[in-house]
T-cell receptor, first 114, second 112 residues
Framework: GENVEQHPSTLSVQEGDSAVIKCTYSDSASNYFPWYKQELGKRPQLIIDIRSNVGEKKDQRIAVTLNKTAKHFSLHITETQPEDSAVYFCAASKIAGTASKLTFGTGTRLQVTL | DTGVSQNPRHKITKRGQNVTFRCDPISEHNRLYWYRQTLGQGPEFLTY????????KSRLLSDRFSAERPKGSFSTLEIQRTEQGDSAMYLCASSPAGYGYTFGSGTRLTVV
C-alpha cells in the first residue's frame, strides 16, 4: 500500500518568513495530493490540492509543487502570519474508479513567532 | 447542510463496553470515509463507503469494528468490547468523487 513520509515534524519561523514542508510517497500510481491544516482541537481542513497532471499550483500565499519522477511534493507558505500556526498534513491517493482512499503523513507542527 | 456532522463529540466508556458513533455527510456527497487519529499522528484510514456499499476496509481494523451506511445517507461506526487502545479521535469525511474530503469535527473516544 501507499506510504507517505513528511518532514520536518516541527517548524518554527518568524512572522513574514517562508515555510516549506516536504512529503514523499511510495506508490507511483498515486495521482492526487491534498494538504490539510488542523488547528488544536479542530477538524482537518483542506487548504490546497494538486493532481498529477499539474506540476505546481498556487493560491494566494500558499503553493504546492509536485515532482512525479522523484515522488515528492511540497507545501510552500509565504509571508507567514501567526494564524498560520497549526499542524499541517500531506496526503496521497490513487483516484481511479471507486478507489479514493487518502494516506496521510505524520504531520508538521508549524509555529509562527512574532 | 453546512458540513459533515458527527455525534457524539465526546464519549467516555468503560473497557469492554460497546460504543456507536454517527456521521451525517454532506448530502450531495456519495463517498463517506472513517478515519482514526491519535495524538501527534495523521488520520489513519478505517473504512470507506460509496453510497451504501462498503468498498474498502483497513486490514488493520479488528473484527470488533463494524460500519454501516444504510440507504447511502448517514453512517454508523460501532466498536464492540472496547479496549484502552481504541482511545482516539474518530473522524468522518465525505467527498463527491474522491477529491476534496470534508471532515467532521470528530468523536473523541476515551476508554477507561
Amino acid at each position: 500500500g501507499e506510504n507517505v513520509e513528511q518532514h520536518p515534524s516541527t517548524l518554527s519561523v518568524q512572522e513574514g518568513d517562508s515555510a516549506v514542508i516536504k512529503c514523499t510517497y511510495s506508490d507511483s500510481a498515486s495521482n492526487y495530493f491534498p494538504w490539510y491544516k488542523q488547528e488544536l482541537g479542530k477538524r482537518p481542513q483542506l487548504i490546497i490540492d494538486i493532481r498529477s497532471n499539474v506540476g505546481e499550483k498556487k493560491d494566494q500565499r500558499i503553493a504546492v509543487t509536485l515532482n512525479k519522477t522523484a515522488k515528492h511534493f511540497s507545501l510552500h507558505i509565504t509571508e507567514t502570519q501567526p494564524e498560520d500556526s497549526a499542524v499541517y498534513f500531506c496526503a496521497a491517493s490513487k483516484i481511479a474508479g471507486t478507489a479514493s482512499k487518502l494516506t496521510f503523513g505524520t504531520g508538521t507542527r508549524l509555529q509562527v513567532t512574532l | 447542510d453546512t458540513g459533515v456532522s458527527q455525534n457524539p463529540r465526546h464519549k467516555i466508556t468503560k473497557r469492554g463496553q460497546n460504543v456507536t458513533f454517527r456521521c451525517d455527510p454532506i448530502s450531495e456527497h456519495n463517498r463517506l470515509y472513517w478515519y482514526r487519529q491519535t495524538l501527534g499522528q495523521g488520520p489513519e484510514f478505517l473504512t470507506y463507503f460509496q453510497n451504501e456499499a462498503q468498498l474498502e476496509k483497513s486490514r488493520l481494523l479488528s473484527d470488533r469494528f463494524s460500519a454501516e451506511r444504510p440507504k447511502g445517507s448517514f453512517s454508523t461506526l460501532e466498536i464492540q468490547r472496547t479496549e484502552q487502545g481504541d482511545s482516539a479521535m474518530y473522524l468522518c469525511a465525505s467527498s463527491p468523487a474522491g477529491y476534496g474530503y470534508t471532515f467532521g469535527s470528530g468523536t473523541r473516544l476515551t476508554v477507561v
